[in-house]
């Protein structure tokens, strides 16, 4: 069974993907078709948004998948 803090923590990260997501829709925020780390344009899915803070939903870094990987193993991105 999860704790408190770790549903909390949760739900505030799946917040944070339905305030972009909404900004994405309404014209706010635009999801470009290259990564922002390796330039490549994804063969797979889109580029996602990924939230280095979930305080500010709308400031993102869009990366590919594999980007992406790398940035949640790494941390804050130690390998360019």
């Known amino acids: ?4 803090k ?3 923590y949760r739900e505030f ?12 829709r309404q014209g706010l925020l635009e999801r ?3 990564c922002s780390r390796c330039g490549k344009r994804p063969f797979d899915k889109a580029i996602q948004g990924h939230h ?3 305080d500010l939903p709308l400031d993102v870094e869009w990366l590919c998948c594999l ?3 790398e940035a ?7 390998i360019p």
């Open 13 to 24: 990260q799946r917040r944070a993907g339905v305030e972009m997501r909404k900004a994405i």
């Open 52 to 54: 280095w803070t979930y």
């Open 6 to 8: 770790s549903e909390a």
């Open 32 to 34: 470009p078709d290259l």
């Open 67 to 69: 980007c992406d990987i």
């Open 1 to 4: 069974m999860a704790s408190k």
């Open 72 to 78: 949640h193993h790494y941390g804050n991105y130690a």
